[in-house]
Nanobody
Framework: QVHLVESGGGLVQAGGSLRLSCAAS????????MGWFRQAPGKERDFVAA????????YYTDSVKGRFTISRDNAKNTMYLQMNSLRPEDTAVYSC???????????????????????WGQGTQVTVSS
């Protein structure tokens, strides 16, 4: 079992930055591909970004490319999402997730689908004001 806890959310003005953290316990995250998803009120959960076990491969949804950066520190059992140039449309609950598969640059798109993941955190609220 992997227990995931997100932190770092909050209220920020448009153009500002936040860094989300996803701390894992129970098992080492170096065995997992990991991702970030977000869900705005009244909308479906959407993929944001994913990262392979070693961090050598990453994948982003188009709307965050160039603004968000996903990273991980396996020694700290933690994954991060650096969010810059935030927009009001980025407002959502952000959740992290862990997937037991092995992912390369070629297979990273599989991590777009929520069903690929085995463990989920509870989420952290990000609110961007205009």
């Amino acid at each position: 079992q992997v227990h995931l806890v997100e932190s770092g959310g909050g209220l920020v003005q448009a153009g500002g930055s936040l860094r989300l953290s996803c701390a894992a316990s129970g098992r080492v995250i170096s065995s997992y591909g990991m991702g970030w998803f977000r869900q705005a009120p009244g909308k479906e959960r959407d993929f944001v970004a994913a990262i392979s076990r070693t961090g050598g491969a990453t994948y982003y949804t188009d709307s965050v490319k160039g603004r968000f950066t996903i990273s991980r520190d396996n020694a700290k059992n933690t994954m991060y999402l650096q969010m810059n140039s935030l927009r009001p449309e980025d407002t959502a609950v952000y959740s992290c997730a862990a997937a037991e598969g092995y992912y390369t640059t070629r297979t990273m798109p599989r991590l777009i689908g929520p069903d690929e993941y085995d463990y989920w955190g509870q989420g952290t609220q990000v609110t961007v004001s205009s």
